[in-house]
């Protein structure tokens, strides 16, 4: 008969530690894999710390193909917090100056005079095209939050995030929120679009989308072809001026 070997419990003891230990360690991966935030919503996170600053500013750059039969020009806009939205923004030769407030809005006509958005949408062509823009305007910290939500996915490499949009989100961007006269929103076919995100240290500083389909509007088609690039500036230091004229008609 032979003794037992006089470590089997020191052996034993040794091993259920080995455990512990290898079961603590995968706990604490486990729990740091499942709190280390998604890509999305680093973005959703940093639109929402965008949202909440007293005030900012953004410039808003569109280009669209040489042949293409709109061609927007650069906009400027600021916004404070529970407070006005003033944004300028030219389209050929007409520059418009927008301001908004608690759902109600005033905008500018050929002449310079201010109008409200009921009036405006009262009138035909291209004057009632600016109600149009301007009741679909949204400030970079719900526009970015409405793009990252219509993301399939976004892949993040340093500080830019990445992804194409779901078909829903491209045809959202490109429909305006027409309608026409028997009051059909317009039909969007082949839509197709994408997004990129700029963050530095957590806070948004620049966002990407671009679009592309076909828009069917009242019998006629159109292609749609653009990129929109909004860098954004001024966080906590935008002043704000507001025309008195623009106040009148809120």
């Known amino acids: ?25 995968l706990s604490l991966a486990g729990a ?34 040489e042949n293409a039969q709109f061609r927007p020009g650069p906009s400027d806009g600021k916004t404070e917090k529970d407070g006005f939205t003033h944004v300028t923004s030219s389209f050929g030769d007409n520059t418009t100056q927008t301001v908004l407030k608690g759902g109600k809005g005033a905008v500018t006509n050929q002449d310079g005079g201010w109008q409200s958005l009921e009036e405006v949408e009262k009138e035909e062509g291209f004057a009632r095209f600016r109600a149009i823009m301007a009741r679909n305007l949204k400030v970079p910290a719900v526009q970015a939050t409405d793009l990252a939500t219509g993301a399939k996915e976004l892949k993040k490499d340093g500080d830019t995030y990445a992804g194409e949009l779901t078909e829903d989100a491209a045809k959202n961007l490109m429909s305006f929120g027409r309608r026409g006269a028997g009051g059909d929103a317009p039909s969007v076919t082949n839509a197709k679009g994408s997004v990129k995100f700029w963050l530095k240290d957590g806070a948004l500083v620049k966002y990407e989308f671009k679009a592309k389909g076909i828009r069917s509007f009242n019998g006629n088609d159109m292609e749609i072809d653009r990129t929109t690039i909004v860098e954004i500036k001024d966080v906590g230091t935008t002043k704000i001026t507001v025309p008195e004229e623009s106040k009148k008609k809120l």
């Open 1 to 25: 008969m032979h003794d037992p070997p006089a470590n089997n419990k020191t052996n034993t003891k040794d091993g259920n530690m080995k455990t512990t230990s290898l079961l603590t360690l």
């Open 32 to 65: 740091l894999i499942a709190g280390a935030a998604e890509p999305k919503d680093e973005v959703l996170a940093a639109a929402r710390k965008l949202g909440e600053q007293p005030n900012y500013s953004w410039k808003t750059t569109v280009v669209v193909p």
